[in-house]
Nanobody, 124 residues
Framework: QVQLVESGGGLVQAGGSLRLSCAAS????????MGWFRQAPGKEREYVSG?????????YYADSVKGRFTISRDNAKNTVYLQMNSLKPEDTAVYYC????????????????WGQGTQVTVSS
């Protein structure tokens, strides 16, 4: 069982930055690929970024956030981060972290565990 708790959301002006954190319980965190998803009002949940497990972890970014967001993980702290820079109003959404045992996936149904979500609001 893995429990995920997100933090770091908030209200920021366009062009600003936020860093989201996702703290995971469980001793096998290192074996889980981690993903960040977001869901804006009236829209479907979308895959934002992901990072594989293990040494030399590979990362993925949606085109909409590439060059602005950076995902990283600290296995010693059982935490994954999403550094969000140059935020835009269209980044406004509830952001969720998710974990799946195995490789990265952009499909939310393939994730085994989810956090409760953290609201990010970007004002223009």
């Amino acid at each position: 069982q893995v429990q995920l708790v997100e933090s770091g959301g908030g209200l920021v002006q366009a062009g600003g930055s936020l860093r989201l954190s996702c703290a995971a319980s469980g001793r096998t965190f290192v074996s889980y690929a981690m993903g960040w998803f977001r869901q804006a009002p009236g829209k479907e949940r979308e895959y934002v970024s992901g990072i594989s497990w293990g040494r030399g972890a590979t990362t993925y970014y949606a085109d909409s956030v590439k060059g602005r967001f950076t995902i990283s993980r600290d296995n010693a702290k059982n935490t994954v981060y999403l550094q969000m820079n140059s935020l835009k109003p269209e980044d406004t959404a509830v952001y969720y972290c998710a974990a799946r045992f195995g490789g990265r996936s952009a499909v939310d149904a393939e994730y085994d565990y989810w956090g409760q979500g953290t609201q990010v609001t970007v004002s223009s």
